[in-house]
């Protein structure tokens, strides 16, 4: 059941003047209750070309001053101590240990693994970090590498990164990745398509891919938010996965110069907010890419807690996508637990 | 308009990575001559200075430690060349920190100018002195040579601010360490001062990093730093010193004890050159040994 939002009673903290233009817009195309929310939570939106572009253009505007400012001053928060243990256990609890080169071997995706069970082998208080993320023909090695734990396979799909390849050929390499025993798939969308305003396109191969993934595997969409220049495109393709069935909204590939921002995080996080307040479906968010160090994962977390809310904080929700993070979380951590600084002599080289 | 100028101030910084920056915590403090008259605010650098200064010497240590020996000594006479050319400047900062006469201090800085260039000499001699080839009981060569132990932090000595200085930085650096040097506590402002000389010779950012406050607050991160490879005592008293020792040991830093030093201006000798290094011992085969029982 779709609920329907009347103007003005919206119970979600902040910005309600906005929030309730937003309902009104909804209000407007959700016009009855759907009792088939598996296809689309709002069939009204997605039943064409022009009701998903009226809908998507009609979504508020962007303050992009305003969102960096926001993004900015919610990074000067000080975290230490007890807080700061709990965010780096939670940080690395969260991490996507990922390897995307072509030079990947069985080898490195097994020591990966190892590293993910166990990040630090001298601490064995320190959690496991949420999954491995890999390409699809690695995802055997990887399943065996972390059998037995509860670190989950990611695979990448559909012809990552760039996804420039026919729709056949896309769900091909996501099933054969499901096959293989992926718990997650995260997926590139079509970003010429979504530039070229052929949102139906992408709408459709999001769609297919997650029936592709059928019930084992959490899809995650990859914006590539660095490639979609604005910050309303950023808004609209958040949009747009998470109507077309998202479990996991994603930032980047970490293949192009610009990754994960704290504003573009900032503004993903808004969405997934906006998204469950209208429709009861809580997505999940994983900035990925560029996030080095332990102090900008921080500052990420409290993003996090303070726009999406404490129902995010958790790796069922929210994820970084990153592989040297780790190693400094890592060094924080033991930090923390010696008070001396700890150096790369004491994390694994990978 | 009036004759008077008006004065323009010094701010005195930090050198952390080839950058100027001030200390993360924002505090100064007040530096006198002997006399008790003020001279300077200097940065009253915390512990995530030094850990900051640590980040950028571990980054710089490839780069130094990689390039040639003769390269080295290029850059580090380049160093007393900019030093001469600031001679008037340093003496008048080594007079005011020392209490020296202008003639004394004169002195002091030219000392200070030879001791760099002595320094910067050994570079690419220092290998020939204390490596070498070894005989061995087997168709093998085999070469010893030292090699850069890493991370050096160095306590710079409290009472010579800008001979004594030199004299335990330059041996880190011609060596191919990369150095955190904190500057006497009193006296400062030679030191901070040689960082923009440093920054203007050729000396890649990173490979010299100076703090300037509390010997005592500073020095104890860095003893007990896991990425610091090496520590040098000169600038800690005997309480200092033993304290500091205790907490290099966690991690099997190489410790220079300080040492009392009469007269900062003669001959140093090998000692602090050696003090940084570790020996790298490499076998090579000689090849087949004919039928006479010998390859050569």
Same mark, same amino acid.
């Given at each position: ?24 817009? /909804? ?6 209750? +759907? ?39 919610? #990074? ?15 940080? %690395? ?38 999954? !491995? ?55 590139? %969308? ?8 052929? /949102? ?60 994960? =921002? ?15 307040? @209208?429709?009861?479906?809580?997505? #999940? ?7 080095? =160090? ?43 637990? +010696? ?12 | ?10 701010? /005195? ?59 080295? #000594? @290029? ?9 001469? #050319? ?43 002195? !204390? ?26 000595? @409290? ?15 011609? +060596? ?97 050159? +050696? ?5 790298? =011992? ?15």
């Amino acid at each position: 059941m779709l609920p329907i939002v009347p103007d003005g009673s919206d119970s979600a903290p902040g910005s309600r003047g906005v929030y309730s233009r937003y309902a009104r817009r /909804y209000a407007r195309l959700v016009t009855m209750p +759907t009792h088939t929310p598996a296809a689309s939570p709002v069939p009204d939106v997605t039943a064409s070309e022009s009701t998903l572009r009226r809908f998507l253009h009609g979504l508020p505007g962007v303050d992009a001053v305003g969102l960096e400012a926001r993004a900015a001053a919610l #990074g000067t928060r000080s975290i230490k101590t007890t807080a700061k243990a709990y965010a780096l256990d939670l940080a %690395i609890s969260m991490v996507d240990l990922t390897t995307l080169e072509g030079a990947d071997t069985p080898g490195k995706v097994r020591a990966l693994g190892a590293k993910a069970v166990r990040p630090d082998p001298a601490d064995r208080t320190a959690p496991a970090t949420a999954a !491995v993320c890999v390409y699809p023909d690695m995802v055997p090695v990887a399943k065996e590498a972390v059998a037995g734990s509860g670190v989950k396979v990611a695979s990448v799909a559909t012809a990552f990164p760039a996804g420039r390849a026919s729709l056949a050929v896309k769900l091909a390499d996501v099933r054969e990745a499901v096959a293989a025993g992926a718990d997650e798939v995260d997926m590139v %969308i079509d970003r010429g398509a979504f530039l070229a305003g052929k /949102y139906l396109k992408v709408y459709e191969e999001i769609a297919a891919v997650k029936e592709a993934c059928g019930t084992d595997a959490r899809l995650k969409v990859i914006f590539e938010t660095g490639e979609l220049s604005t910050y309303d495109n950023i808004r609209r393709a958040s949009w747009l996965g998470m109507l077309a069935g998202a479990d996991f909204i994603k930032t980047s590939t970490g293949k192009v110069a610009v990754n994960a =921002t704290p504003a573009n995080t900032l503004l993903m996080l808004e969405a997934v907010r906006d998204f469950r307040a @209208q429709t009861g479906i809580q997505v #999940g968010v994983k900035p990925a890419g560029g996030i080095r =160090t332990a102090k900008d994962a921080l500052k990420f977390l409290v993003l996090v807690n303070e726009t999406a809310g404490a129902d995010w904080l958790d790796s069922h929700w929210f994820r970084f996508g990153a592989s040297s993070l780790l190693n400094d979380l890592l060094m924080q951590r033991q930090k923390l637990a +010696t008070g001396r600084y700890s150096g790369p002599d004491y994390v694994t080289v990978d | 308009m009036s004759d008077a100028r008006l004065s323009v101030l010094k701010t /005195y910084k930090l050198y952390v990575g080839g950058k100027f920056p001030r200390s993360e915590s924002g505090r100064v403090y007040e530096v006198t001559d002997v006399k008790g008259d003020w001279l300077a605010n200097a940065p009253l650098s915390s512990r995530k200075d030094a850990r900051d200064a640590v980040v950028a010497a571990r980054k710089a240590f490839g780069g130094w430690s990689g390039a040639t020996a003769y390269n080295r #000594g @290029q850059v580090l006479y380049r160093v007393a060349e900019m030093l001469e #050319g600031r001679r008037a400047q340093f003496v008048h900062e080594v007079a005011g920190a020392e209490g020296l006469s202008k003639s004394k201090a004169a002195a002091v800085v030219d000392a200070t100018i030879d001791r760099w260039v002595w320094y910067a000499g050994w570079t690419d001699k220092i290998a020939q002195v !204390v490596g070498g080839a070894n005989p061995v009981a087997g168709p093998y060569f085999n070469l010893s040579s030292p090699e850069p132990t890493g991370v050096v932090a160095v306590l710079a000595p @409290q009472e010579s601010s800008f001979l004594g200085l030199v004299s335990v930085l330059a041996p880190v650096v011609a +060596t191919g360490n990369t150095a955190v040097v904190v500057a006497s506590e009193r006296s400062p402002l030679p030191a901070l001062s040689l960082a923009e000389v440093l920054a203007t010779s050729d000396v890649p950012g990173g490979v010299v990093n100076i703090l300037s406050g509390r010997t005592a607050e500073i020095a104890a991160p860095l003893a007990a730093h896991q990425d610091v490879n090496a520590i040098d005592l000169a600038g800690a008293d005997e309480a200092l010193a033993k304290e500091l020792e205790t907490a290099a040991a966690d991690n099997l830093k190489r410790v220079v004890r300080p040492q009392p030093v009469d007269d900062w201006s003669a001959t140093p000798g090998l000692e602090r050159l +050696t003090a940084f290094l570790e020996t790298k =011992t490499v076998w090579h085969p000689t090849g087949a040994l004919g039928a006479a029982g010998s390859s050569y």
